[in-house]
């Protein structure tokens, strides 16, 4: 099947393969030479001519297999490591158009895999296991070929003895199809879970379950390396077998070969590389078969990449997302992350243009999906949702992002400095615009206040910097972003008093803009002066107003507030 796509193997591959088959058949070649050598030295009239021509021969063949040896190995070195950056720039790309629900932590795991251990998988066999291969069959074919003129019926034999390659090979790929697949499955499920323990080594030490204490990561190991020892142990029996035979065929050649050399039939020379030459096919058809077998199960890592490269995309428009005004409309949306667990149930509301939106309710009532669903991390499953009037399911995420600044409790930086970090959320800006979002978003006072400034690194994921800190510095973010729509989950409630006030701070410049805001609010006293006031309730809006509408209505805001105030009293 001709390949297209990132999968497409390049000139330098082809070439790579091209002069490894010549030096395969160059390296028979020298044997050939030896033959000749052995000839002239058992024969009555051999002459320092004969003897300088080979030996010239052989140095020109030697010379020329280094040379095409390493013009080869570099070539299928250069293309399979062109294959592979493409590959993986390919599906970096990709993973910009898979909907963002798909990348759940099982899911992520099987990405990560993919990306490394089968790309790297695929690599294998375009820079080593395909020029091996083809090298290898070249040289047995011509030995084949070289004892099929010595002596015909050795020849016809060792033909029929490698053919058996054929059912080993059938048998083998069903053991790889069979215990690699599973293999490669659990192997992603180990990354998942490697993953998961190593981010979550703090919170695993500070129970006392990290290292082998840690079940899930350990049973993960664990079944890992028993699909390991699984899959082995189901190959090596059929190789075993096929090897006894190919190996048999060594004393098998000899002992067939003995009655007409004693005849006659045959010369000792002839006889004697008849002894010899079996061996070198043996080893070669060795090689093949195992070289067949990795190939085979690097087939599966090639397979999983296909699975990623026709992953279903996002269906909706990549044109610019243009709308005259940025109202929100929840039109009878129904949602679920799992099948018939429905978390918003026909969840109508309107969040108006350029106002400010509070979201309040029970922990688990479902504020923070309609962020996501606004947000497009998830498609509604139900219903309607619309910007500007228009529905933005057939828009894609990417598109509706640009529209979107997000401030929410999980703050995600990266190894890299604080200016940096902050000027993803607008490449294009300058050093100045970003000190200005900075200065606004009540952060610029502690960056001055470290040794480097703004090009002191925040550590991965943030973790040279506080809870506040990097909360601050997402709103940043916001502020340089500039985008017309805000969703802001308020989470200050973690946070010393300190921090505290210099993000209520940040958030009160960051509402200053005139911004469609929508906030979930944790606390009720900063939505107190909202425009709108949603509560959200067992997956619908319970009740919407202003604080004193709500109020005046007694219903559950009402009980919400009048709790919130018991409390600080
Ligand atoms: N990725 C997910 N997969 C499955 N269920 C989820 C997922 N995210 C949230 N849920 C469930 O959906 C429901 C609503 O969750 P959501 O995060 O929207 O609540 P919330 O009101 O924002 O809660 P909180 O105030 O505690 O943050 C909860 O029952 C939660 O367990």
Not at 361 to 370: E, L, M, N, P, V
């Amino acid at each position: 099947m001709k390949e297209t796509g990132p999968l497409h193997k390049n000139i330098h591959f082809n070439i790579g393969v091209i002069f490894t088959v010549i030096e395969g058949f160059l390296s028979g070649c020298s044997y050939i030479m030896i033959f000749l050598v052995i000839q002239i030295l058992l024969g009555k009239k051999t002459t320092t001519t004969d003897i300088l021509t080979i030996t010239g021969i052989l140095c020109v063949i030697y010379v020329l297999r280094v040379l095409i040896y390493s013009i080869g190995y570099t070539q299928n070195q250069i293309g399979g490591a062109a294959v592979s950056k493409n590959l993986r720039l390919f599906l970096g790309d990709k993973f910009k158009r898979i909907p963002l629900f798909r990348f759940t932590h099982g899911q992520v795991g099987q990405y990560v895999n993919t990306m490394t251990c089968d790309v790297n998988g695929y690599e294998q066999i375009l820079t080593h296991k395909v020029s091996n291969l083809t090298k290898n069959i070249a040289l047995a074919v011509m030995v084949i070929v070289f004892i099929c003129y010595l002596y015909l019926p050795a020849g016809g034999i060792l033909l029929l003895s490698t053919s058996m390659l054929i059912p080993e090979m059938w048998l083998s790929f069903r053991t790889v199809k069979k215990y690699g697949t599973r293999k490669n499955k659990v192997s992603s499920e180990t990354v998942s879970s490697i993953v998961e323990y190593i981010e979550g080594i703090q919170t695993f030490r500070a129970y006392g379950v990290a290292g082998t204490k840690n079940k899930a990561t350990t049973e993960a190991m664990q079944l890992f390396s028993q699909v390991s020892f699984e899959y082995e142990a189901h190959g090596i029996p059929i190789n075993f077998a096929f090897n006894i035979i190919n190996w048999l065929m060594v004393p098998f050649i000899m002992f067939i070969g003995i009655s007409p050399w004693m005849a006659g039939e045959i010369q000792t020379i002839d006889f004697l590389l008849l002894c010899m030459l079996p061996m070198l096919l043996a080893k070669l058809i060795g090689a093949i078969s195992v070289d067949l077998f990795s190939y085979k199960n690097l087939v599966i890592s090639k397979n999983n990449i296909l699975k990623v490269i026709h992953e279903p995309e996002e269906n909706g428009s990549t044109e610019p997302f243009t709308v005259k005004n940025y109202e929100i409309v929840f039109d009878n949306v129904d949602f679920s992350y799992i099948p018939g667990e429905a978390v918003l149930k026909e969840t109508s509301f309107i969040i108006p243009n350029q106002k400010l939106t509070a979201i309040v309710g029970d922990s688990g009532s479902g504020k923070s999906t309609i962020l996501n669903l606004i947000a497009k991390y998830y498609e509604t499953t139900g219903g309607e949702i619309r910007i500007g009037g228009k529905p933005i399911s057939h828009i894609s995420a990417e598109r509706v992002l640009e529209q979107i600044s997000m401030v929410d409790q999980d703050v995600f930086l990266f190894d890299d400095t604080i200016r940096e970090n902050i000027r993803h959320a607008r490449p294009n800006a300058t050093d100045e615009e970003i000190e200005a979002a900075c200065r606004e978003a009540n952060c610029d006072g502690f960056i001055r206040k470290m040794e480097k400034g703004y090009d002191t690194p925040t550590g991965e994921n943030g973790n040279f910097l506080s809870g506040g800190e990097r909360q601050r510095i997402s709103i940043a973010r916001a502020i340089l972003k500039n985008s017309p729509i805000l969703l802001l989950d308020e989470a200050t409630a973690s946070l010393d008093i300190e921090n505290e006030l210099a993000v209520k701070q940040a958030i009160a410049n960051l509402l200053k803009e005139k911004k469609t805001v929508v906030m979930i609010a944790h606390t009720l006293s900063i939505v107190k002066n909202a425009d709108q006031i949603l509560v959200v309730s067992d997956g619908k809006i319970a009740e919407a107003g202003t604080h004193d509408e709500l109020l005046a209505k007694g219903g559950k805001y009402a009980a919400m507030w009048n709790a919130e105030h018991k409390l600080s009293a």
